[in-house]
């Protein structure tokens, strides 16, 4: 399994940004308000994957007081955090998408309350991108010391 490239992550914020905010901008009146639930839920994914990669590091560097990491639970977590990063890039330019056209109408009561829910969950899959990504970067295979003096 290769690392992912945030710049591919970037691109999917984007592309989905703008496919949201064109249908958004057709459908804006016919859908339902969208809930604040999605900030502290997807936060709270960010901090149990920030969590893990905190552990798993430490576990992996058998630092003492840990018990050693099993090499399965590892490829799994490597797993889990390339899904959560794709998958939040794409929730991210939903929200993106939606916070883009309820700008433009700012003016009004409820696209106001809109954007800021759309806003804070935007910046909560971000935040749960950069968990991912760190949680994947801890799952690599670590360098032996005589690996790191050849290079």
């Given at each position: 399994?290769?690392?992912?490239?945030?710049?591919?992550?970037?691109?999917?914020?984007?592309?989905?940004?703008?496919?949201?905010?064109?249908?958004?901008?057709?459908?804006?009146?016919?859908?339902?308000?969208?809930?604040?639930?999605?900030?502290?839920?997807?936060?709270?994914?960010?901090?149990?994957?920030?969590?893990?990669?905190?552990?798993?590091?430490?576990?992996?560097?058998?630092?003492?007081?840990?018990?050693?990491?099993?090499?399965?639970?590892?490829?799994?977590?490597?797993?889990?955090?390339?899904?959560?990063?794709?998958?939040?890039?794409?929730?991210?330019?939903?929200?993106?998408g939606f916070a883009?056209?309820?700008?433009?109408?700012?003016?009004?009561?409820?696209?106001?309350?809109?954007?800021?829910?759309?806003?804070?969950?935007?910046?909560?899959?971000?935040?749960?991108?950069?968990?991912?990504?760190?949680?994947?970067?801890?799952?690599?295979?670590?360098?032996?010391?005589?690996?790191?003096?050849?290079?």
């Amino acid at each position: 399994m290769k690392p992912t490239h945030p710049g591919r992550l970037v691109g999917i914020v984007i592309v989905v940004a703008l496919i949201a905010w064109a249908l958004v901008r057709s459908f804006y009146s016919d859908l339902p308000l969208m809930p604040w639930t999605a900030i502290p839920t997807v936060l709270l994914l960010a901090i149990g994957e920030g969590y893990s990669a905190w552990t798993t590091k430490a576990r992996i560097a058998r630092k003492p007081g840990t018990k050693p990491v099993e090499p399965l639970s590892v490829a799994r977590l490597a797993a889990l955090a390339k899904a959560s990063a794709y998958v939040g890039a794409m929730f991210a330019g939903l929200f993106a998408g939606f916070a883009l056209y309820t700008v433009q109408i700012f003016d009004r009561e409820t696209p106001r309350s809109e954007f800021f829910v759309a806003t804070g969950s935007f910046l909560s899959c971000v935040v749960l991108i950069c968990a991912a990504l760190y949680l994947e970067n801890v799952c690599r295979i670590p360098k032996d010391s005589d690996e790191q003096q050849r290079d």
